[in-house]
């Protein structure tokens, strides 16, 4: 597999992969179902996603060159890899399409309200497939000068709304005992930490070197993301209090509230921006991998690109018609189903793998 990032770029885009669609659309429902502990459920979480990145990046090192696909099958058999790899597209596929779907939910929404959803579905898809037809070592730099241009927005949101911070809403913490904040850790350890198993395809990208460090800068990335959702989380429930659980999209939310003489107003703009833009750019990482996966599955070589089109087409299908079911459908999948599928089809897979790898390792 030829490499084409360097250690620096992987860390870069884990942290846009993490901090992508979670940092406008997790405060909302984390507040709302650990209310007040929310800050603790995303510390532990947190943590979580640090243990997580142990089997992936240590596979990654003892099988250089190779995908999760790839070292299971020579790991397990191929059987066993077609069934995990298998599992583990469809779980792709639901994250490319629900990350599309919560853009043109936010678009018709929030600016809009007229144009059918689909459209935008069907347009964001387009270009997602031709951004990841130029390849990765390629869209990586981009992202990257794109990211920042979020964050300096999210950072720049959150000073600005300071004065309207209320630190009284801090308290109790744990109020309700700790039944909440267990219920949060549930709900963000499959939006996004549980998603980081997805690296396992992308690490192979990664140029090898004398002092690999990928591993360090990675868990740094995610580090840098925990604070940032801790930012945004902090500022969203300073600013509402008991009802910030009930602002989706908090963060454009909290810029609404923002107004500061005649100079700073309509600052929801910039939010609206930073949520089109982190999302786009976390969906084309997720349909990027899930190519990789297809292709691995099928037995084509990662540089085949003929199904990137198929693909994202069949994304936009499934798009489409779960939001057809409607929001509350949706939001049902994000909170009660997605945590217990990215367990089964990410989580408990690359720790099975992970400890087959040990025992092979023992034995030789």
Known sequence: ????????????LFFIFLTGSSIINIPAPLILF??????????ATGMFGLLLLIP????ARRYPGMTFIQYTSKLMGKPAAIFLGVIFLSYQIQM???I?????MFLKSSMMRSTDYSIFIIFSFLAIAITIRVGVGKFVGMFGLLMLSVMVFIV??????????NWHFLLPVVDDGVKPILHGIYFISGFPYGEIVLFSMILPFVKPQSSDRTGRKMALALLLNTASLLMVTLATLLTFGPIAGERKYSMFEVARTIEITEIFQRIEALMGYSLIVASFMKASIVLFTSHITLNHLLGLPHE???????LALLCAIISISVGIR???NWNFIVSGINPLWGLAAFVIPIVLVYFVSLLRKKKT
Request: net charge neutral.
């Open 1 to 12: 597999m030829r490499s084409t990032l360097t250690p620096n770029q992987a860390a870069v």
């Open 34 to 43: 650990s209310h007040n502990g929310a800050w603790i459920s995303l510390i």
């Open 56 to 59: 992936i990046v240590s596979l």
């Open 96 to 98: 490319a399409a629900g």
């Open 100 to 104: 599309v779907m919560d853009i043109a």
């Open 156 to 165: 720049f949101n959150v000073l600005l709304s300071s004065a309207n911070f």
């Open 304 to 310: 085949n690109r003929q199904l990137i089109f198929p």
């Open 326 to 328: 409607g929001e509350a």
